[in-house]
């Protein structure tokens, strides 16, 4: 993985006011010079002169604004963003890293109070622009999940997210005020749950299927991994009741497995570079898992970015 200087986007709002205000004016002039109804003698040519010299300040003006930028009574250039990365000639900016820390307060496993770091919110960019470029290959109808299911899990977040109960977001009053806070909109976080569910949706497909476990392999957990969980006189479930279960998180596990080695696969193929040095050194060598899909019913949710793990039915 490759590092360059960032590209900065930079622009001086005062000067880059008053050139298009002359800019315009001349232009004018030069399209009245060239408007009139009288196509010969003298006037023509003066016309033509004058526009000759209309278009030539033009171009003047249009020069780049770094020249502009030079003089010492010009304002300091603002940046107003960046880029930190380029996947696959797709550009991650630093406005990205911005919405992403925002956003990671919808996720569940995200501590309350604790923002994930730059560096994480480019990882997660990275693998869901890898991700990304191969769901656009694909049938997209096929994927895109139905208004009713984004409903639903907009539901879950501002009933059950602990954020959320916090802020009483099942209120409209207190949803407002939480997306407020973190500088959230209602249109924003549905986009970015119907992208998340997406994703979801794509490694259902692509992974899951075929995947088998056998009668073994859940015997062995219930006895290793499950049984150990429970301790003494606790009512522990008869293997018949746990089996369900115990057959979803193996498959969760596999799939976890399959998708982790798969998103690796892709960076070591793909073209990515970190353009921002400050974020480079601290990228972890894996990729971040993207949520693997949940257990029905709610195959909706978001799984742990750490995979499924065992637990209690």
């Known amino acids: 993985m490759s590092t360059h200087a960032p590209i900065r986007i930079v622009f001086a709002r005062p000067m880059a006011v008053d050139r298009a205000h002359h800019f315009v004016v001349i232009l004018s002039g030069a399209w009245r010079a060239f408007a009139s109804g009288e196509l010969e003698g003298p006037a023509v040519a003066f016309r033509r002169g004058a526009a000759a010299k209309f278009l030539f300040l033009a171009l003047l003006l249009s020069a780049p604004p770094t020249f502009a930028a030079q003089q010492s009574d010009s304002p300091s250039p603002v940046v107003l963003d ?87 977001c099942a209120s409209v009053a207190g949803w407002k005020s939480f997306l407020a806070s973190h500088g959230l909109t209602a249109a924003r976080v549905e986009a970015y749950l119907r992208y998340r569910l997406e994703i979801l949706r794509f490694i259902e497909q692509r992974f899951r ?47 976890n497995e399959l998708f982790d080695n798969w998103l690796t696969d892709l960076r070591k193929q793909g073209d990515v570079e970190v353009l921002d040095s400050d974020l480079a050194p601290e990228l972890a060598p894996q990729p971040a898992s993207a949520p693997a899909p949940q257990p029905a019913p709610a195959a909706a949710k978001p799984a742990s970015s750490g995979g499924a793990k065992g637990g209690k039915p």
Do not use: F, M, W
């Not at 770091?117 to 990304?132: F, G, H, N, V």
């Not at 290793?224 to 193996?250: M, N, S």
């Open 82 to 168: 960046h880029a930190v990365a380029v996947v696959n000639k797709h550009v991650i900016l630093a406005s990205d890293l911005d919405d992403e820390i925002r956003l990671s307060v919808l996720d569940p496993n995200t501590v309350p109070q604790v923002e994930i770091t730059r560096q994480q919110a480019l990882e997660q960019l990275i693998s869901r622009a890898l991700i990304e470029q191969q769901i656009r290959q694909q049938d997209i109808e096929a994927i895109e999940p139905p208004q009713e299911e984004v409903n639903a899990r907009l539901h879950e977040i501002r009933t059950e997210l602990p954020n959320c109960v916090r802020q009483n």
């Open 209 to 255: 299927q075929g995947i088998q476990i056998s009668p073994q392999q859940i015997e062995t957990y219930y006895h290793d991994t499950l049984l150990p969980q429970y301790a003494a006189g606790e009512t522990v479930p008869p293997l018949e009741q746990a089996a369900p279960r115990i057959q979803e998180i193996l498959l969760q596990q596999q799939v």
